[in-house]
């Protein structure tokens, strides 16, 4: 085989793994940073704003619970005897940690059938998308990070018959979404020129 050949296959086989940015932003805990670090999550949050009507302090809050900004995050693995593994716990993948069916339904009703659930883009557009349902199923509006957060955990039938009331696990991190896209929108609002 030729030199050339051999670089262009190892050239198409680093290509094949690179997969985007995996790494999360450094700094969780202030927004600011981490859109001056990811200057392509501040143009994906934006991007939703505008088309959804989601503010960003409430899409980054709920990535931040879903998967602290790691693009290919999946749910723990099930095991068997404690020893066993026995696959996910969940089809929930990526930024956005949607599941299989309904970033089926997503991509269906969008017509992004190229969507990627490791693509921040997509996962901001998907939630744009969801946080929308909520709205016209629930009532939740696109500001209320904690309703949009149960919402989004128990699914929107899930929602309605009311299954977060007696899980006060979820009732507290729903509570910390919606403080840390309180604490996110006032760290933006400082930060305009950022992003």
């Known amino acids: 085989m030729s030199r050339f050949l051999i ?3 190892v050239v198409l086989f ?3 793994c690179g997969g985007g940015d995996k790494k999360p932003p450094r700094n969780l ?3 600011c940073s981490i859109l001056k670090e990811k200057k392509h999550f501040a143009k994906a949050f934006k991007k939703t704003q505008r088309k959804w009507g989601v503010p960003v302090s409430v899409q980054m809050a709920v990535l931040y619970q879903e998967s602290k900004f ?3 995050a999946r749910t723990p693995h099930k095991y068997v005897l404690g020893v066993l593994p026995m696959g996910r716990q969940s089809s ?3 930024y956005a940690q949607a599941l299989d069916g309904t970033w089926d339904q997503y991509k269906k009703e969008t017509r992004n059938r190229g969507a990627k659930r490791d693509d921040i883009r997509d996962a901001t557009d998907f939630m744009g ?3 929308n349902k909520s709205r016209e199923k629930n009532g939740i509006a696109l500001s209320d990070a904690r309703g949009q957060y ?3 955990h128990e699914g929107h039938t899930g929602y309605a018959r009311g299954t977060y009331r007696n899980k006060t696990w979820l009732l507290n991190v729903a509570n910390d979404v ?3 896209a309180a604490r996110y929108g006032e760290q933006l609002r400082r930060c305009t020129r950022v992003w």
């Open 7 to 9: 670089a262009l296959m």
């Open 14 to 16: 680093v290509a094949s």
């Open 29 to 31: 805990e202030n927004a």
């Open 70 to 72: 790691i693009s290919n």
């Open 92 to 94: 929930a993948y990526g």
């Open 129 to 131: 998308w969801y946080f």
């Open 150 to 152: 149960l919402n989004y």
């Open 178 to 180: 919606n403080a840390r």
